[in-house]
Nanobody, 125 residues
């Protein structure tokens, strides 16, 4: 089992950059694929990006690769989401999650068993 806590959210202007962190406080971090999801007001939770335990495989939601970059530091038990050139439509609660299957970098919400509480990102245009 793993416990996750996100940080790094805040209020920014369109075009700014933001780096989110997802720290694991318990569990063996390398046992999990990590995914970043987001939930905007009135919308369903959606995948942003995911990364496998060795950082050899990543997945990005279509249209986000190029502005967002997912990475992880297993020694620090932390995953990151670098957000560049943010837009107003990126405003959402950003949530990290862990998939224990250790198979690639899944985009499916149902594959993720452990979820953090989220960190809010608000982008003003």
């Amino acid at each position: 089992q793993v416990q996750l806590v996100e940080s790094g959210g805040g209020s920014v202007q369109a075009g700014d950059s933001l780096r989110l962190s997802c720290a694991a406080s318990t569990g063996t971090f390398t046992d999990y694929t990590v995914g970043w999801f987001r939930e905007a007001p009135g919308k369903s939770r959606e995948i942003v990006a995911s990364i496998n335990w060795m950082s050899t495989t990543t997945y990005y939601s279509p249209g986000l690769e190029g502005r967002f970059t997912i990475s992880r530091d297993n020694a620090k038990k932390t995953a990151f989401l670098q957000m560049d050139r943010v837009k107003a439509e990126d405003t959402a609660l950003y949530i990290c999650a862990a998939d224990p299957r250790r198979i690639g970098a899944s985009w499916r919400l149902s594959d993720y068993d452990y979820w953090g509480p989220g960190t809010q990102v608000t982008v003003s245009s």
